[in-house]
């Protein structure tokens, strides 16, 4: 059963301008910033610190996605009492998870140079 798209063996090759050959991905993790995954990181240890590993599968996509607008808002409005875009962006990943666990369709588009 393939998992994530884009990473059998059987992927086309893809050959640099040094001629080095390696398999396609439509993944960019090399521009992924790290500091934002580190910020994204702590704010998960401290809901599951809080919260319990995992407790978001539990709550409703709608309601996960009211607090991720609520912190970006706030954000907006100028208060500091919260990290706001860390929560925000919290938020949106645990979404996505609790979308992709219920089911729904993980199908990365694959993206060319022009």
């Known amino acids: 059963m393939q998992i994530i798209e884009g990473l059998t063996p059987n992927e086309p ?3 640099n ?3 080095g050959s390696q398999s396609f991905t439509p993944y960019g993790f090399e521009l ?3 500091k934002p995954i580190f910020a994204l990181a702590n704010i998960y240890k401290y809901g599951a ?3 319990g590993n995992h407790n978001y599968l539990k709550l409703p996509i709608d309601s996960q996605l009211g607090h991720a607008i609520q912190h970006i808002y706030a954000y907006l409005a ?3 009492s919260d990290k706001h875009l860390e929560h925000a962006l ?3 990943t645990q979404a996505l998870h609790t979308h992709y666990e219920n089911g729904g369709e993980f199908s990365p588009q694959v993206y060319h140079k022009k």
């Open 49 to 51: 610190d809080k919260y």
């Open 90 to 92: 919290t938020r949106v």
């Open 13 to 15: 090759l893809v050959t």
């Open 32 to 34: 992924i910033p790290a």
């Open 17 to 19: 301008d040094k001629g």
């Open 78 to 80: 100028g208060d500091s």
